[in-house]
């Protein structure tokens, strides 16, 4: 079973909040990534890292930002949550190496009123 | 642009085998993961192909043809907790995964 944690599981908050979503492996895995995805459609990549103090923008980052100062903490902050932000967003962690697979958290379903 | 097909839905039987295809199109190609997802849960893994052939995983398999851009996920006796979604995502060059939208697998009795 996989070692990673995401917190909260369920969030609901108020338009113009800031949050952050925590997330954490146990796996000592070098990349870590986090996801967006909505009922029925495909994950979208938010934002990724190879290893501290690295970090990349996916495809939907532009209203989001994340830091890795520590090998197993990658967590993600909406400076000003919209209710265009809810939906379900999944970390996954993936060992070193070009084609490993990932793992993923259980995931935090963010709704936004 | 990159893209992942794969059907929406598809039902079957209990005790059946269903075949659930993907095809792609992406900017290179380093392997192809077939995941499952239940409802409301994480996706985890289930196969992975990086040259063409069958690979067998128990009651599981998955095909590659790289020169088609098509891969299947075959699932035999199938039983009712196998109802879920099944996604397709293939690493393009960048050792980026692109992912498909999911096939919604309702297993009847």
């Known amino acids: 079973e996989a070692d990673i944690y995401q917190t909260p599981r369920y969030l609901v908050i108020g338009t113009g909040k800031k949050i952050t979503l925590e997330c954490s492996q146990t796996?000592?895995?070098?990349?870590m990534y986090w996801y967006q995805q909505d009922p029925g459609m495909e994950l979208h990549l938010i934002h990724y890292?190879?290893?501290?103090?690295?970090?990349e923008k996916g495809d939907l980052s532009s209203e989001s930002t994340v830091s890795r100062i520590r090998t197993e903490h990658f967590p993600l902050t909406l400076e000003s949550a919209r209710p265009s932000h809810t939906s379900q967003y999944l970390c996954?962690?993936?060992?070193?190496?070009?084609?490993?697979?990932?793992?993923f958290g259980q995931g935090t379903r963010l709704t936004v009123v | 642009g990159q893209n992942i097909d794969q059907p929406t839905e598809m039902t079957a039987t209990e005790g059946a085998i269903v075949q659930i295809n993907c095809t792609y199109q992406?900017?290179?190609?380093?392997?192809l993961f077939w995941y499952q997802q239940h409802a409301g849960e994480a996706p985890t893994f289930l196969s992975y192909n990086v040259l063409d052939g069958l690979e067998e995983k128990g009651r599981f398999s998955s095909f590659l043809s790289r020169s088609k851009g098509y891969s299947y996920l075959l699932l035999k006796e199938l039983q009712m907790k196998d109802s879920a979604s099944y996604l397709c995502?293939?690493?393009?060059?960048?050792?980026?995964?692109?992912w498909g939208a999911g096939t919604k697998l309702i297993i009847k009795p």
């Open positions: 992406t900017s290179g190609f380093n392997g």
């Open positions: 796996m000592g895995h070098d990349k």
């Open positions: 995502a293939v690493m393009d060059s960048n050792y980026q995964l692109i």
């Open positions: 996954a962690s993936s060992p070193q190496g070009e084609s490993t697979e990932a793992f």
């Open positions: 890292s190879y290893g501290v103090n690295s970090t």
